[in-house]
């Protein structure tokens, strides 16, 4: 019989890799989809708990992010299971992992006063924790608040720096790249994810595990905004190149590029 911590195990590398129904797969019990194997008691049914919340959050905004009605409903589970967690473990890790994932859930199902009503009680609870202010500066970026967003990042960046928790500094980095570009910070957006790239990088050296997921996203990010700030400095150039900028990014048309931008408030 496999044990229940290498199940856990095993899903978190699934999720690492980016393969979320995987994980689902293996935490689920087949015969009540609802709920996770009967194999894990105490924290650990918390932590599956947790886990099955994060997949389906990350499959909402990732694999059916052009699909609203999928998408609310995997926000949907996502809160149940992430609301089930926090019914089951008193483990300070895993509060926080919930709280940071459970008004995600909540802001993209339109449950914007709960959202932020968890995070602010998350920041309230573990002030020392800048996990907590990343997840309240992405509401405050969705709500449109921009500059708050930014400096909440800032603040996020700095203090996981000191910590030495690159991977949370990473996300600031991220993060606040992704309100400045809401602000059409071009160039001031493209430093900030060169950055959480870079410290994504470092986690994965320092840590040996892998954050495959937010590379991959602010990779993509760096990409587009090559593009974007290409086509504005120089955009005679590229239309006369066969719609080719290098080896590897291709241009059909600048309306291409600018619709792939759309949503981008949803990728975390």
Not at 36 to 44: A, R, W
């Amino acid at each position: 019989m496999i044990e229940s911590k290498q199940i856990l195990q095993t899903a978190q590398e699934l999720y690492e890799d980016g393969d979320r129904q995987g994980a689902i797969d293996l935490l689920l019990d087949n015969e009540e989809p609802d709920k996770v194997l009967s194999i894990f008691i105490g924290d650990e049914l918390a932590e599956a708990q947790k886990a099955v919340g994060w997949n389906l959050y990350y499959m909402a905004i990732k694999d059916f992010r052009e699909v609203e009605s999928k998408k609310i409903d995997a926000c949907n589970r996502a809160e149940s299971f992430f609301k089930s967690a926090l019914e089951n473990t008193e483990n300070k890790e895993i509060l926080i992992s919930v709280a940071n994932g459970l008004p995600l859930a909540l802001w993209i199902q339109g449950k914007k006063e709960e959202a932020f009503n968890v995070s602010n009680n998350a920041a309230e609870k573990f002030h020392d924790t800048p996990s907590v202010w990343n997840t309240l500066s992405i509401l405050c970026r969705w709500a449109k608040q921009y500059e708050k967003s930014i400096e909440v990042c800032e603040m996020v960046y700095k203090t996981a720096l000191d910590l030495g928790d690159f991977r949370t500094a990473g996300h600031g980095k991220h993060n606040q790249g992704d309100a400045l570009k809401n602000l059409g910070k071009d160039e001031d957006a493209r430093t900030a994810y060169e950055e959480a790239k870079e410290l994504y990088l470092k986690f994965e050296e320092e840590s040996g595990q892998k954050v495959t997921v937010h590379i991959n996203g602010v990779v993509k990010k760096i990409a587009l905004l090559i593009v974007i700030i290409a086509l504005i400095i120089c955009p005679e150039r590229i239309k006369t190149n066969s719609g080719v900028l290098s080896n590897s990014i291709s241009v059909e048309t600048p309306s291409f590029f600018i619709q792939k931008m759309i949503n981008w408030s949803y990728i975390v």
